[in-house]
């Protein structure tokens, strides 16, 4: 091929932007294009992760290392399935990789979830998070609330409920968080866990957190604290279950003082039946659960009421159906074979590829997509050679084609001015940074002209 092979990536966060690194470290000249519906890059990273996880976001720093180099162009505020279609990137690249990620909750399917003040993990991520598309109001008019699940997200959800809104001042919690944040009126949040302590998907380093806030008290409930042969043997093949048992076990054989404003109770082996209430939230209904031996659970058939008026379901994400691609609805993910997309047949779309959540599910740390996007750039790679060749190559006729449809597309100097921007606000503050929220701002400020 005489010039750079040219591939379009649908999604500006870690997997595509790992996946573009991957290309440009392989052996073929590349020209990639990485787009992403949001006016900024960096996807989980800048929405969906705590703000006051700092080492977490720290990844940005490599991730912006990618992101500069010269194959790589940024166009973000284009939504695909709107503003492009499958058949317009067709026209200009030679092929296409999907990263669109997981960027809704998974059902929970009991009586009452629906209820008012019953919400998905998501949508409280993405208003703490400061998402464009999610709502500038929370009300947190619940003293007592409660959080369902067992992992990293189920923290972050329990910990920012729990947190007093001055500890986040140093970070870039947006202004109207703060605000909906210093008015809550929470003294309790409630972690169940439907399975054991040795089964939780924690952290060590998240969970260790949940132990460092001021007026927060963390009290791990003995009911339910209960480990059998299976957790036994998982402690002893993984030092991160070790560590995450060994420090459940430390606060549970605290005796609680109740002497801090708010409380952060953690429950094992409680799964959730019914959300109680009429119009909105009153309480929660839980099943008490027995480990089975195997490191499964079976219920008891014993049930109890906890009285809380919000419920936030943290049971996993999900990724949403991509325009012009088959989607297992079941699964939330592309069908694809090694990253391949396939069509209806089964036989894989030419030139079309997946990578990250949206391609193996929303498992694994931000981390394992570095796999994924080995992968999935292999067989691209492996197919370049009978890749059709698209009828628009240069590298300007996709901005053309952009501008003709009046597509307000952002750049990677955009980025810049608007991370300036940021900076410049939480300077003003002695703060790191204060992030913008209203899209239409991002825009504005981001195409500036210098």
Sequence with gaps: MSRPLRVAIIG???????????????????????????????????????????????????????????????????????????????Q??????????????RPLDIPGID???????????????????????????????????????????ARVLAKQADDLLSTEIPDNVYRGLKQSRITDVHLFARRGPAQAKFTPLELRELDHQDGVEVIVHPEGFELDDASQEAIRSSNQVKTVVKT??????????????????????RAPAEVLGTDRVAGLKTQVMELTGDGNVRGTGEFETWEVQQVYRAVGYLSSPVADLPFDSEKGTIPNEG????????????GVYTTGWVKRGPVGLIGHTKGDALETIGNLLADAAQLPAPEFPEREAVLQLLEDR?????????????DAHEKALGEAQGRERIKVVPREEMVRISRESD
């Design 406 to 418: 009046q597509v307000e597309y952002t750049t990677w100097e955009g980025w810049q001015r608007l």
């Design 248 to 269: 459940l076990q430390d606060w549970a054989l605290r005796e609680p003082k109740y002497d801090t404003p708010r409380r952060l109770h953690v429950h094992f082996l």
């Design 115 to 157: 209820l008012p003040h019953s919400y998905g993990a998501a949508e409280f991520v993405y208003w703490y998070d400061g998402y464009p598309e999610a709502p500038r109001e929370w009300t947190l008019d619940a003293e007592q609330v409660a959080v369902i699940g067992a992992g990293n997200v189920a923290l972050d959800v």
């Design 339 to 350: 990253g391949r997309v396939l069509g209806l047949d089964g036989t894989p779309l030419e």
């Design 12 to 90: 500006a966060g870690p997997a595509g932007i790992y996946a573009a690194d991957s290309l440009i470290k392989s052996e073929t000249p590349v020209d990639i294009d990485l787009f992403d519906r949001m006016p900024a890059p960096y996807g989980l990273i800048r929405y969906g992760v705590a703000p006051d996880h700092p080492r977490i976001k720290g990844i940005v720093s490599a991730l912006q290392r990618i992101m500069e180099k010269p194959q790589l162009r940024f166009l973000g505020n284009v939504d695909y399935g709107v503003d492009l279609k499958l058949a317009d990137l067709r």
């Design 92 to 105: 200009h690249y030679d092929a296409v990789i999907f990263a669109t990620g997981a960027d809704g909750d």
